[in-house]
Structures are given as structure tokens and as C-alpha cells.
């Protein structure tokens, strides 16, 4: 199995942007699918976005617009993207590939 590292995470106001990492390990990462979740305390984890090894992408409705999922095979990594964010979008991000790997999480809060 890949492992996976998230970075980016952060705090930022409404309306703000911010890019989130995940970086996989071993030549194997491009062979999977990988998709980002998040987590809202008392909530279950939501898929936010994913993207297959032939770049084909697919977002949740309430991200529609707003966010943009890409991968660079070179780097091993897969980039979200957040723009216009909100309150809501606050929550941990995680990145999943789907050899069955997560990684460990990176908090996002949205707050003026």
C-alpha cells in the first residue's frame, strides 16, 4: 500500500483559498485512484473530490465550483484546491488512495 502525507492545512477567512498535499510514497501511488474526505467533529467522514490514475475527477455537489482536485505524476501527489470557502468547509481534510491508504489528516478552519 502507498502511504500518504496531507500538508496545507490551516487558517483561513471566508472567501479565502487554500491548496491541500497529499504526497504518496513508492511508484505506485499513480496506479490508484485517490479521493479527499473530510471530517466534521460528530459528523461522519465525507468524500470531498477524488481522481482516478487517468486524471477523470468527480466532486461532492456542495464543493461544485469551488473546489479543484489534480495530481502531479511526477511528484507523486494530488493537490485540492480550495477557493471560496465557508464556516461550513471547516473540518479535517484527508486524502485516501484506493490501495486502502489514508493518511493522517490536516485540520482546515474557516473563520473570520
Known amino acids: 500500500q502507498a502511504q500518504l502525507a496531507e500538508s496545507g492545512g490551516g487558517l483561513v477567512q471566508p472567501g479565502g483559498s487554500l491548496r491541500l498535499d497529499c504526497a504518496g510514497s513508492?511508484?505506485?501511488?499513480?496506479?490508484?485512484?485517490t479521493a479527499w474526505y473530510r471530517q466534521v467533529p460528530g459528523q461522519e467522514r465525507e468524500m470531498v473530490a477524488s481522481?482516478?490514475?487517468?486524471?477523470?475527477?468527480n466532486y461532492a455537489d456542495f464543493v461544485k465550483g469551488r473546489f479543484i482536485i489534480a495530481r502531479d505524476y511526477a511528484k507523486n501527489t494530488v493537490y485540492l484546491s480550495l477557493n471560496k470557502l465557508m464556516p461550513e468547509d471547516t473540518g479535517v481534510y484527508y486524502c485516501?488512495?484506493?490501495?486502502?491508504?489514508w493518511g493522517q489528516g490536516t485540520q482546515v478552519t474557516v473563520s473570520s
Open positions: 481522481i482516478t490514475s487517468a486524471g477523470v475527477t
Open positions: 485516501r488512495s484506493s490501495s486502502g491508504s
Open positions: 513508492g511508484t505506485i501511488f499513480s496506479l490508484y485512484a
